[in-house]
Nanobody, 123 residues
Framework: RVRLEESGGGSVQAGGSLRLSCVVS????????MGWFRKVPGGEREGVAA???????SYADHVKGRFTISKDHAKRTLYLQMNNLKPEDSGMYSC?????????????????WGQGTQVIVSG
């Protein structure tokens, strides 16, 4: 299993931007999907953006046109660029790797999770 460490969360005003990073350690992550998920207190974990091993990308409908998922193989890092943030984007964002189920709604299930980084959008 891989080990994942997220960073980049914080507090911003509505309309602002944040870039989340997830550093991956361990082997085999290249052959699976990776993704970003969001969870709010009392809610279910939901997919935000997913990147399959062959380059396919999917986003949840409510972030399309505002968020961009990418990865840097050399740095073993997954990114989530979040622009035009809205208060409803607030939550704990976790990255996932080694997922075997890539979905069109921005989900990548069946793998390992990081601890998460908190995003708070006010305004």
């Amino acid at each position: 299993r891989v080990r994942l460490e997220e960073s980049g969360g914080g507090s911003v005003q509505a309309g602002g931007s944040l870039r989340l990073s997830c550093v991956v350690s361990g082997s085999g992550y290249r052959n699976y999907c990776m993704g970003w998920f969001r969870k709010v207190p009392g809610g279910e974990r939901e997919g935000v953006a997913a990147l399959d091993y062959d380059g396919k990308i999917s986003y949840a409908d409510h972030v399309k046109g505002r968020f961009t998922i990418s990865k840097d193989h050399a740095k073993r890092t997954l990114y989530l660029q979040m622009n035009n943030l809205k208060p409803e984007d607030s939550g704990m964002y976790s990255c996932a790797a080694e997922g075997s189920i890539f979905e069109r709604d921005g989900s990548c299930w069946g793998g390992s999770w990081g601890q998460g980084t908190q995003v708070i959008v006010s305004g």
